[in-house]
C-alpha cells in the first residue's frame, strides 16, 4: 500500500495496478525525531525521487541536492 496527497492533507493508502508505474518521494531529516518538542528538526538533509515500472522491471532514482538554486521571476531561490 501506497499513500495518495489528497486535498493538501495527509493521503489515504492506495494500491496500484500490478503493470503500473510508481513513484516514491525520500526526504531525510536533520535533527531526532525521538527528542519531544524537537525543534532541530528544520529542513531535508536528503531528497531523492524513485520511479519503479513492473512493466520494464526497472528502477529509477534520482537525487536532488538539498542547496539546489533555482532562479524564479529574476530572483534567486534556494
Do not use: W
Not at 500500500?1 to 516514491?24: C, F, H, R, S
Not at 525543534?39 to 541536492?65: C, F, G, H
Request: proline content about 6%; glycine content about 8%; charged content about 25%.
Amino acid at each position: 500500500m501506497l499513500g495518495k496527497i489528497k486535498g493538501g492533507n495527509i493521503g489515504e493508502a492506495v494500491t496500484p495496478a500490478p503493470d503500473e508505474a510508481v513513484n516514491v518521494l525520500v526526504l531525510g531529516l536533520i535533527g531526532d525525531p525521538n527528542q519531544t518538542n524537537n525543534y532541530e528538526i528544520k529542513r531535508t538533509d536528503t531528497i531523492m525521487v524513485a520511479q519503479y515500472d513492473p512493466k520494464k522491471k526497472d528502477l529509477d532514482l534520482v537525487s536532488i541536492p538539498r542547496d539546489t538554486l533555482i532562479t524564479e521571476n529574476g530572483r534567486n531561490i534556494r
